[in-house]
C-alpha cells in the first residue's frame, strides 16, 4: 500500500510544529519556507517570517522559487535588504533560523564550503551565503536535511556554519552570545536535538517505520540515544491538507 505522504511532508509537518506564534524565523526557499508557511497558517498566526533578501512578515500568496522572489514581500511590512536582515539578526532580535549544509558534526556545526583539501577540494560547495551570520546570532537554529552517513560526520572537513564548536561553553569562548545555538535537526528519519550538558547530538524521536539502527547507522559518529525514544507524531489530514492545497499546490517541495 502506497503512503499516506511523502517524507519531504513529514519534514515539513514535523519542522513547523517547533515554531510558536509570535516569534520570528529567518528561511529561505523550499522546505524551510513550506514549514514556516504551513506554520503560519496551522499553529502561529502571527509568526514574522524574514528572507534574506529584505521581505519582512509577508503573507506569501504562494511558494517562492528564491529568497528574492516578488512573493517574499507579498503583503509584507517592509521591503528591507540583505544588510537590514543581517543587522536584525546581530540585535538579537530573529528567534529561529533554518540553514541546510553539507555536512554536520555531532556538536552542530556546518560544512557548506569544501570537501577535501581547501585549495584542490573533492567537492566545493556555495558556501555560507547568510548561513554563519543566522547561526552566529539568531536564539535558535533549526537544520533541515537528509540523513545519510556522508553527510552526519564526526568533524566537519571546513567549518562553515558555527554550532557548539567543541562542546560546552565553546560558543561564548569565541564571543557569540551566550544561549544560541543549534535547537532541532529534522532529517528524513528522525528529529535530533542536543544534550544540554555536552552539547553533543541526541535523538529526540524517530519516524513512523524507522527503526533505532537505521539513525545509527546512518550517521557517522556516536549519537546520544535513549533508552526509550518516542514516535514522530505523522502528519495530521489538516497539515496535509493546507501544506498540498495552499503551501505548495505545484509540489515544488514536497513532490521530490
Given at each position: 500500500?502506497a503512503?499516506?505522504?511523502?517524507?519531504?511532508?513529514?519534514?515539513?509537518?514535523?519542522?513547523?510544529?517547533?515554531?510558536?506564534d509570535?516569534?520570528?524565523?529567518?528561511?529561505?526557499?523550499?522546505?524551510?519556507?513550506?514549514?514556516?508557511?504551513?506554520?503560519?497558517?496551522?499553529?502561529?498566526?502571527?509568526?514574522?517570517?524574514?528572507?534574506?533578501?529584505?521581505g519582512?512578515?509577508?503573507?506569501m500568496?504562494?511558494?517562492?522559487?528564491?529568497?528574492?522572489?516578488?512573493?517574499?514581500?507579498?503583503?509584507?511590512?517592509?521591503?528591507?535588504?540583505?544588510?537590514?536582515?543581517?543587522?536584525?539578526?546581530?540585535?538579537?532580535?530573529?528567534?529561529?533560523?533554518?540553514?541546510?549544509?553539507?555536512?554536520?558534526?555531532?556538536?552542530?556545526?556546518i560544512?557548506s564550503?569544501?570537501?577535501?583539501?581547501?585549495?584542490?577540494?573533492?567537492?566545493?560547495?556555495?558556501?555560507?551565503?547568510?548561513?554563519?551570520?543566522?547561526?552566529?546570532?539568531?536564539?535558535?537554529?533549526?537544520i533541515?536535511?537528509?540523513?545519510?552517513?556522508?553527510?552526519?560526520?564526526?568533524?566537519?572537513?571546513?567549518?562553515?556554519?558555527?554550532?557548539?564548536?567543541?562542546?560546552?561553553?565553546?560558543?561564548?569562548?569565541?564571543?557569540?552570545?551566550?544561549?544560541?545555538?543549534?535547537?532541532?535537526?529534522?532529517?528524513?528519519?528522525?528529529?535530533?536535538?542536543?544534550?544540554?550538558?555536552?552539547?553533543?547530538?541526541?535523538?529526540?524521536?524517530?519516524?513512523?517505520?524507522?527503526?533505532?539502527?537505521?539513525?545509527?547507522?546512518a550517521?557517522?559518529?556516536?549519537?546520544?540515544?535513549?533508552?526509550?525514544?518516542?514516535?514522530?507524531?505523522?502528519?495530521?489530514?489538516?497539515?496535509?491538507?493546507?501544506?498540498?492545497?495552499?503551501?505548495?499546490?505545484?509540489?515544488?517541495?514536497?513532490?521530490?
Amino acid at each position: 500500500m502506497a503512503p499516506e505522504y511523502r517524507m519531504m511532508e513529514m519534514m515539513i509537518c514535523a519542522a513547523s510544529r517547533y515554531l510558536e506564534d509570535g516569534r520570528t524565523v529567518a528561511v529561505g526557499t523550499g522546505a524551510p519556507c513550506a514549514a514556516a508557511m504551513l506554520a503560519q497558517k496551522m499553529n502561529a498566526p502571527n509568526l514574522v517570517i524574514l528572507f534574506e533578501a529584505g521581505g519582512v512578515a509577508p503573507t506569501m500568496p504562494q511558494m517562492p522559487i528564491s529568497v528574492g522572489d516578488s512573493r517574499t514581500f507579498f503583503r509584507g511590512i517592509m521591503a528591507a535588504g540583505m544588510s537590514e536582515m543581517m543587522s536584525t539578526c546581530c540585535r538579537g532580535l530573529v528567534d529561529y533560523a533554518f540553514l541546510g549544509g553539507a555536512e554536520i558534526d555531532k556538536y552542530g556545526n556546518i560544512n557548506s564550503t569544501v570537501v577535501g583539501d581547501f585549495y584542490k577540494p573533492k567537492v566545493r560547495f556555495p558556501g555560507s551565503g547568510g548561513a554563519n551570520d543566522f547561526a552566529s546570532m539568531c536564539w535558535r537554529t533549526l537544520i533541515m536535511t537528509v540523513h545519510t552517513k556522508s553527510r552526519f560526520v564526526e568533524k566537519v572537513g571546513f567549518l562553515t556554519t558555527p554550532g557548539y564548536l567543541t562542546g560546552p561553553g565553546a560558543r561564548e569562548a569565541a564571543g557569540l552570545p551566550p544561549n544560541t545555538g543549534p535547537y532541532k535537526i529534522i532529517t528524513d528519519l528522525a528529529v535530533l536535538g542536543f544534550d544540554e550538558e555536552t552539547k553533543v547530538m541526541q535523538v529526540e524521536s524517530i519516524h513512523p517505520g524507522v527503526e533505532r539502527d537505521q539513525v545509527r547507522d546512518a550517521t557517522g559518529f556516536d549519537l546520544i540515544m535513549p533508552d526509550f525514544i518516542q514516535t514522530t507524531p505523522p502528519p495530521s489530514d489538516s497539515e496535509l491538507r493546507i501544506l498540498r492545497g495552499e503551501v505548495d499546490p505545484l509540489r515544488l517541495v514536497i513532490g521530490r
